[in-house]
Antibody, heavy 121, light 107 residues
Framework: EVQLVESGGGFVQPGGSLRLSCAAS????????VHWVRQAPGKGLLWVSR????????TYADSVKGRFTISRDNTKNTLYLQMNSLRAEDTAVYYC??????????????WGQGTMVTVSS | EIVMTQSPATLSVSPGERATLSCRAS??????LAWYQQKPGQAPRLLIY???TRATGIPARFSGSGSGTEFTLTISSLQSEDFAVYYC?????????FGQGTKVESK
């Protein structure tokens, strides 16, 4: 079964750090771009970051640039999001999602179930 | 940044009726437009990509149309399992922005 499973969410104080993981299975992880998308409680979807197949290229939303770092380990079929200097407004469910780039941009066809991050004092 | 605007915010529809959802981009995104369905407590699910191509396993009652800046998602005959929030998203440039969503609720 094609699957993405996030983990690593939790409760953290403002200014703290957290690392999310997204484990892929059922497909050739190394051939897909992967993204992080978040959703604050009761709100819509916000694209956060993306990484290409070999990790050589990354892109970030302005709201997280300089604080979050996306990375991947294709030997472990795992995507990561290192989140530093966390703020209350970073509180959200964080989803990972894959994109079959294949030379041209594409939609996100598989999503994980999400992991909740709560930033509060 | 391309702003995606969806309308209406809420759509009240009876089962069996047709639902028409709109999505407007602040500048052209060509056909690089996707629609997702999200039910409470669940992850989004891809319905439509390339503005009009149904994703794998998506029923034929879902259809998408449009290009450039104006897009439409149509559910031809609403089923009970279709009550959900629907998001459009462009993937033409960075950042890959989403619309604010349209909630389809039972009338």
């Amino acid at each position: 079964e094609v699957q993405l499973v996030e983990s690593g969410g939790g409760f953290v104080q403002p200014g703290g750090s957290l690392r999310l993981s997204c484990a892929a299975s059922g497909f050739t992880f190394a051939t897909y771009w992967v993204h992080w998308v978040r959703q604050a409680p009761g709100k819509g979807l916000l694209w956060v970051s993306r990484i290409n197949t070999d990790g050589s290229s990354t892109t970030y939303a302005d709201s997280v640039k300089g604080r979050f770092t996306i990375s991947r380990d294709n030997t472990k079929n795992t995507l990561y999001l290192q989140m530093n200097s966390l703020r209350a407004e970073d509180t959200a469910v964080y989803y990972c999602a894959r994109e079959d780039y294949g030379g041209s941009p594409n939609a996100f066809d598989i999503w994980g179930q999400g992991t909740m991050v709560t930033v509060s004092s | 940044e391309i702003v995606m605007t969806q309308s209406p915010a809420t759509l009240s529809v009876s089962p069996g009726e047709r639902a028409t959802l709109s999505c407007r981009a602040s500048q052209s995104v060509s056909s690089n437009l996707a629609w997702y369905q999200q039910k409470p407590g669940q992850a989004p699910r891809l319905l439509i990509y390339g503005a009009s191509t149904r994703a794998t396993g998506i029923p034929a009652r879902f259809s998408g149309s449009g290009s450039g800046t104006e897009f439409t998602l149509t559910i031809s005959s609403l089923q009970s399992e279709d009550f959900a929030v629907y998001y459009c998203q462009h993937y033409n440039s960075w950042p890959r922005t989403f619309g604010q969503g349209t909630k389809v609720e039972s009338k």
